[in-house]
């Protein structure tokens, strides 16, 4: 299977071919058509898939014809960094056929943006914050967009867009293709989909398998007691980079500060926190500024950091999709990584659903000399209680909690 099956522009073609794509991917695959054929569709499917490809080809393939220097298309997108990622791909596919794409969002000249909009373009790619601040001056029209496409759905709701985004739908023409993807359907966002789409086509892509690099370890614990095994297992382990996931966003704060009281470098990844927030936060783990990430599942959208060693699951994720999605982190690029998660007993249902998922019983591990109180770890079936014993472990003093990454981590074999 190959592109040329969708019939696309031959220009559009040829940037494909210089993009380096083969073959469709299968979100790919399942979209591409329903969008070419004007359908409304929710796209479920992580990142990594080829989403943005799957919308951007056929908004690209519409745009060869209508008119030029109206905006035709919109797309919204929950950061800057993720915009500039989709403006990329639709620059590097369209190319040859000269359509103009531009990105809208905070933290840059506002006036360089109204300048680029007033020499006219086909499509934007925006944050919601910005393009409606742009809009409310009276320097954007949206009167003529034929295509929506929400991306990162989700997410955008999980940080707080959704009353902006409905702004924004009340600027376009009500009758117009929408395109919503989404990693997860959570209440907001179905409801949102429920609101703006019409007779929508579902496509749902499963996400990859966990690496084989990386390990698996069950914590069995009581809930009241999960900080304090986070912070011994922190001074056994040897790690580098380290990404905590909670559940909640006022857990990955409290969370984070609680790490940083211990002197750790911790920084927090939540949807409360505004753009400038979340990208310190995430340029410092990048550096190595900061040894730890604490973020939720929607926060943590898109991280792409080299060389994360261990990730935590401080919190049971809500899905076995989500676990996998949370662990591929780590493991990257032929480095062992491993995947510590604390279970409660009122996570045995997902601990099933997971260890169905990677077709395997996860090790149950306990912590040598630690003070479980009343809670009694279920001893039968842990195949490995002294983790000290474990590849990546070694006792750590208190004084190396401020700088403890370490190099010991080591290529898998092959």
């Given at each position: 299977?190959?592109?040329?099956?969708?019939?696309?522009?031959?220009?559009?073609?040829?940037?494909?071919?210089?993009?380096?794509?083969?073959a469709?991917?299968?979100?790919?695959?399942?979209?591409?058509?329903?969008?070419?054929?004007?359908?409304?569709?929710i796209?479920?499917?992580?990142?990594?898939?080829?989403?943005?490809?799957?919308?951007?080809?056929?908004?690209?393939?519409?745009?060869?014809?209508?008119?030029?220097?109206?905006?035709?298309?919109?797309?919204?997108?929950?950061?800057?960094?993720?915009?500039?990622?989709?403006?990329?791909?639709?620059?590097?596919?369209?190319?040859?056929?000269?359509?103009?794409?531009?990105t809208?969002?905070?933290?840059?000249?506002?006036?360089?943006?109204?300048?680029?909009?007033?020499?006219?373009?086909?499509?934007?790619?925006?944050?919601?914050?910005?393009?409606?601040?742009?809009?409310?001056?009276?320097?954007i029209?949206?009167?003529?967009?034929?295509?929506?496409?929400?991306?990162?759905?989700?997410?955008?709701c999980?940080?707080?867009?959704?009353?902006?985004?409905r702004?924004?739908?009340?600027?376009?023409?009500?009758?117009?293709?929408?395109?919503?993807?989404?990693?997860?359907?959570?209440?907001?966002?179905?409801?949102?989909?429920?609101?703006?789409?019409?007779?929508?086509?579902?496509?749902?892509?499963?996400?990859?398998?966990?690496?084989?690099?990386?390990?698996?370890?069950?914590?069995?614990?009581?809930?009241?007691?999960?900080?304090?095994?986070?912070?011994a297992?922190?001074?056994?382990?040897?790690a580098?980079?380290?990404?905590?996931?909670?559940?909640?966003?006022?857990?990955?704060?409290?969370?984070?500060?609680?790490?940083?009281?211990?002197?750790?470098?911790?920084?927090?990844?939540?949807?409360?926190?505004?753009?400038?927030?979340?990208?310190?936060?995430?340029?410092?783990?990048?550096?190595?500024?900061?040894?730890?990430?604490?973020?939720?599942?929607?926060?943590?959208?898109?991280?792409?950091?080299?060389?994360?060693?261990?990730?935590?699951?401080?919190?049971?994720?809500?899905?076995?999709?989500?676990?996998?999605?949370?662990?591929?982190?780590?493991?990257?690029?032929?480095?062992?990584?491993?995947?510590?998660?604390?279970?409660?007993?009122?996570?045995?249902?997902?601990?099933?659903?997971?260890?169905?998922?990677?077709?395997?019983?996860?090790?149950?591990?306990?912590?040598?000399?630690?003070?479980?109180?009343?809670?009694?770890p279920?001893?039968?079936?842990?195949?490995?209680?002294?983790?000290?014993?474990?590849?990546?472990?070694?006792?750590?003093?208190?004084?190396?909690?401020?700088?403890?990454?370490?190099?010991?981590?080591?290529?898998?074999?092959?």
């Amino acid at each position: 299977m190959n592109f040329e099956q969708f019939s696309l522009d031959a220009r559009i073609q040829s940037g494909i071919k210089k993009a380096g794509y083969d073959a469709p991917t299968p979100i790919q695959q399942q979209a591409i058509p329903l969008v070419l054929n004007g359908r409304d569709l929710i796209g479920i499917a992580q990142t990594g898939t080829g989403k943005t490809a799957a919308f951007a080809l056929p908004i690209l393939q519409h745009l060869t014809r209508g008119p030029r220097g109206k905006i035709r298309a919109l797309i919204v997108a929950p950061t800057r960094e993720l915009a500039e990622q989709i403006h990329q791909v639709i620059t590097d596919f369209g190319k040859q056929t000269q359509t103009r794409s531009m990105t809208i969002y905070g933290g840059v000249s506002k006036t360089r943006q109204v300048e680029t909009l007033r020499r006219g373009v086909e499509v934007v790619v925006a944050t919601p914050g910005r393009l409606l601040d742009i809009a409310n001056e009276g320097n954007i029209n949206l009167r003529n967009v034929e295509v929506l496409v929400l991306d990162e759905a989700d997410r955008l709701c999980d940080m707080g867009f959704l009353p902006d985004i409905r702004r924004i739908i009340k600027l376009l023409p009500t009758e117009r293709q929408t395109l919503f993807f989404s990693a997860t359907m959570p209440r907001d966002a179905r409801k949102l989909a429920d609101t703006i789409l019409k007779n929508p086509e579902t496509v749902q892509i499963g996400i990859i398998a966990p690496a084989k690099t990386v390990s698996h370890a069950l914590y069995p614990i009581a809930q009241t007691k999960k900080k304090e095994l986070l912070l011994a297992l922190l001074q056994r382990t040897a790690a580098g980079r380290v990404l905590i996931f909670t559940r909640t966003k006022r857990r990955a704060r409290f969370l984070a500060n609680d790490l940083k009281k211990e002197k750790y470098r911790a920084a927090a990844l939540q949807g409360n926190m505004s753009q400038n927030q979340r990208q310190l936060a995430l340029d410092g783990f990048r550096s190595g500024k900061f040894d730890l990430l604490v973020a939720t599942d929607v926060a943590a959208r898109g991280i792409d950091v080299e060389d994360i060693s261990h990730v935590i699951n401080y919190d049971m994720p809500d899905t076995a999709d989500a676990y996998t999605h949370r662990i591929g982190r780590t493991g990257r690029a032929e480095l062992s990584g491993e995947a510590f998660t604390f279970s409660t007993p009122e996570d045995v249902a997902m601990v099933r659903a997971i260890e169905k998922v990677l077709k395997a019983p996860i090790e149950k591990r306990v912590l040598p000399e630690f003070d479980y109180g009343s809670f009694k770890p279920d001893f039968q079936l842990s195949t490995q209680a002294d983790t000290s014993k474990s590849r990546h472990s070694r006792h750590r003093s208190g004084n190396n909690k401020r700088n403890y990454r370490s190099k010991s981590r080591r290529p898998a074999q092959k």
